[in-house]
């Protein structure tokens, strides 16, 4: 199993920026991607950012162009910087771990974990 905690959320003025973090522990070779979600009282989980073991990217319509999503060169740490930020998208954030079989060690199992968020509150 992986496990998941993530950082950096926070308030800040519309307009603003800020980077949540989520560093991952555990069976992180069998990592294929990590993705940032994130839900309001009353609404379902939306997918906002993912990167894959490839780096490939991809990102929800309403914050592309504004939020980027990076990982660090050990590949256990993914990284959303939200810029230009409004006050919809307070929300908590979440990040969301895949694992693969299909990865290179031959121990590789398929799971999904999950951090237990973190606060973005933007005011207007």
């Known amino acids: 199993q992986v496990q998941v905690v993530e950082s950096g959320g926070g308030l800040v003025q519309a307009g603003g920026s800020l980077r949540v973090s989520c560093a991952a522990s555990?069976?992180?070779?069998?990592?294929?991607?990590m993705d940032w979600y994130r839900q309001t009282p009353g609404k379902e989980r939306e997918l906002v950012a993912t990167?894959?073991?490839?780096?490939?990217?991809f990102y929800a319509d309403s914050v592309k162009g504004r939020f980027t999503i990076s990982r660090d060169n050990a590949k256990t740490t993914v990284y959303l910087r939200m810029s230009s930020l409004k006050p919809e998208d307070t929300a908590v954030y979440y990040c969301?771990?895949?694992?693969?079989?299909?990865?290179?060690?031959?121990?590789?199992?398929?799971?999904?974990?999950w951090g237990q968020g973190t606060q973005v509150t933007v005011s207007s």
């Open positions: 969301h771990v895949k694992g693969s079989r299909e990865m290179t060690m031959a121990t590789c199992y398929s799971f999904d974990s």
């Open positions: 555990g069976d992180t070779d069998c990592i294929a991607a």
């Open positions: 990167i894959t073991s490839s780096g490939s990217t």
